[in-house]
């Protein structure tokens, strides 16, 4: 079990993730900047969340106050972004993402766009569509999911709004965040409940993914897949519920980001170096303004992949499984994405050795 304790480790003294907004700011990774006490001030502006589709959904109801009429999204997005705008009856639309992860869109009038940084770089589209939202009718919603350990991130215009979720960057049972401050938020004992599944699960499933054999055990990984299906279930079917539990911030405020992040970026950049050239990377560079969610490989046979590294312990999510509404016909590229990229973990529980190992697994697999 010392592996899972590890994963728990605090450090509040080293916390150093910057955002500002308002009378709000929250030091930052890379930055070194050496304010410990501002990741505990993260919620004095803007609101915590049992979810990133929960934050979104304040976001939405706040702007259709505001006379928002339709919102338009990109082609390439997790489908849980879709739940809380048709929980809450909003008009949507998408525009193309390409094989490059970018786009070129014209902003309509009384609508928000919603933007994604995706797997922690920087979209280059929001230069231009920050600039344009403070003087045009139109809001920008920035998905800071992937990118909220990056350190290039700032927001002044008040058309412009943030939201994230907190899990894939920590053993983070459920937890979002938004830029907008909403005092009144429902309690709810389900999500409580949720946040300690979440945490079983995610414990039990820490120690089976660091077990060093190749062993695999269904009946364990059965036990917590289906936990993690529970709370995936609930937070789906309620994507407005909003408060998040004592025990989840606690979790996130206790976490050494700065850590979490220096050993991501020398995570990728080992595997970088070990795969580089022999695997199609969606990026191959990492700017030192960035932390990586994963290691991103483009293989047309992704999904008997994904299936043969699972068998050898080496667990790989897909960014994304599309909607059935984003279809090849329309929006070819986004769905190439869709069926080709896999993630190699590079979390901070691994080491150099489980880089090489990953890297030699890999190799032999493709």
């Known amino acids: 079990m010392v592996q899972i304790k590890k994963l728990f480790e605090t450090n509040n003294q080293s ?14 990774i890379p930055s070194n900047i050496s304010d410990s006490y501002k990741l505990q001030k993260f919620g004095s502006v803007g609101t915590w969340t049992s979810s990133g589709r929960a934050s979104l959904a304040i976001l939405l109801q706040d702007l259709v106050k505001r006379g928002i009429e339709q919102i338009v999204l990109p082609s390439y997005l997790c489908s849980s972004i879709l739940l809380p705008i048709r929980k809450i009856g909003l008009k949507y639309s998408f525009y193309n993402v390409d094989r490059n992860l970018e786009s070129v869109i014209e902003p309509q009038d009384k609508s928000a766009i919603l933007l994604i940084h995706y797997f922690g770089w920087f979209n280059k589209l929001a230069i231009e569509l920050r600039k344009r939202s403070s003087s045009e009718s139109f809001y920008l919603i920035e998905d800071l999911t992937h990118a909220f350990l990056s350190d290039w991130y700032t927001w002044t215009s008040s058309s412009e709004f943030v939201f994230m979720s907190l899990r894939k960057f920590g053993p983070v049972p459920i937890g979002g965040w938004c830029s907008y401050t909403y005092d009144d938020l429902p309690i709810s004992k389900e999500i409580e409940s949720l946040a300690w599944k979440s945490i079983a699960a995610r414990l039990i499933r820490a120690q089976y993914v660091v077990e060093p054999s190749n062993w695999t055990d269904f009946d364990v990984e059965k036990f917590y897949l289906n936990l993690l299906h529970q709370v995936e279930v609930f937070l789906d079917q309620n994507p407005t519920v909003c408060k998040l539990p004592k025990i989840a911030y606690d979790l996130i405020m206790g976490l050494n980001w700065h850590q979490i992040g220096m050993q991501r970026r020398s995570n990728w950049l080992d595997l970088h170096t070990m795969i580089n050239g022999k695997v199609d990377a969606l990026i191959t560079e990492l700017p030192e303004d960035v932390v990586p969610l994963g290691y991103v490989i483009k293989c047309k046979n992704r999904d008997k992949l994904k299936d043969r590294l699972a068998k050898r312990h080496i667990f790989c999510p897909v960014h994304w499984q599309l909607p059935n509404i984003i279809n090849e016909d329309n929006f070819p590229e986004s769905v190439a994405l869709s069926q080709q990229c896999l993630t190699l973990p590079i979390d ?4 150099f050795d ?3 190992r990953i890297a030699e697994v890999v190799q032999s697999e493709l």
């Open 15 to 28: 916390n150093h993730h910057q955002i500002v907004g308002g009378d709000f700011e929250l030091t930052s």
């Open 348 to 351: 901070q529980r691994y080491s």
């Open 354 to 356: 489980d880089m090489a």
